[in-house]
């Protein structure tokens, strides 16, 4: 059994930071990929960014030189560092795990970006 329980959603004005974070425990295997998505209401998920067990990275265009992620792999931790926020990245967010063909989701964070 995996579980991912996410943090650091909150309220937060446009230009300001935010930093999520994700803790995997259970039967995590070292080949894995992390990572964060987001949905918007009335929108679909979508991924914000990823970072694979060798360190690679993949982030959305439009949070590239906005949005930074980052992974304890000992610790099966991944962080989130958003920085410029944008009223349009209101959104709940979500960390998720690819591992084995599966995909493990937490629960969400909301992070609302407003005056």
């Known amino acids: 059994q995996v579980q991912l329980v996410d943090s650091g959603g909150g309220l937060v004005q446009p230009g300001g930071s935010l930093r999520l974070s994700c803790a995997a425990s259970?039967?995590?295997?070292?080949?894995?990929?992390m990572g964060w998505y987001r949905q918007a209401p009335g929108k679909e998920r979508e991924l914000v960014a990823n970072?694979?067990?060798?360190?690679?990275?993949n982030y959305a265009d439009s949070v590239k030189g906005r949005f930074t992620i980052s992974r304890d792999h000992a610790k099966n931790l991944v962080d989130l560092q958003m920085n410029s926020l944008k009223p349009e990245d209101t959104a709940v967010y979500y960390c998720?795990?690819?591992?084995?063909?599966?995909?493990?989701w937490g629960q969400g964070t909301q992070v609302t970006v407003a005056s």
């Open positions: 970072i694979l067990s060798t360190g690679s990275t």
């Open positions: 259970g039967r995590v295997f070292s080949f894995n990929v």
């Open positions: 998720n795990l690819q591992m084995n063909g599966n995909n493990y």
